[in-house]
């Protein structure tokens, strides 16, 4: 099943048994990716954006931190950011998409470099 059938996933840390977020919108087509999260006023938890194809992020005109995480194309965890301040640009090149959450996310996930995620309808 091709997961741009829905509209929202969830995201899990299937290494750590834990969950990411609950309500992961994907931004999969050109105009998506380049509007992102900018046009967001916020995130709340539960919350994602994860972007497909992505290796490189930026959060010029955003207001608030977020965790970020990259992953390749097995979604294993291949970089972190852990709150990412505005008007930064984060890059992995191994990474072929980009989950993007509440700043704060990751820490109580205990989301590390390795770990596997898995996304499903929610």
Known sequence: MPLLEHSTYGADNVTRGTILATRVRIAGSSAE?????????????????????????????MRWKI????????????????????????????????LELPAGTLD?????????LVFHPS
């Open 67 to 98: 965790d970020v995480a990259f992953l390749d194309r097995t979604h294993r965890v291949r970089k972190i950011v852990r709150g990412l301040c505005p008007w930064r640009i984060a890059i992995c090149f191994p990474a072929t998409s980009v």
């Open 33 to 61: 990716r380049r509007r992102g999260l900018l046009k967001t006023e916020s995130m709340q938890p539960g919350d994602g954006l994860w972007i497909a194809p992505c290796e490189a992020i930026h959060t010029v005109g």
């Open 108 to 116: 109580p996930t205990r989301t590390e470099i390795g770990d596997f």
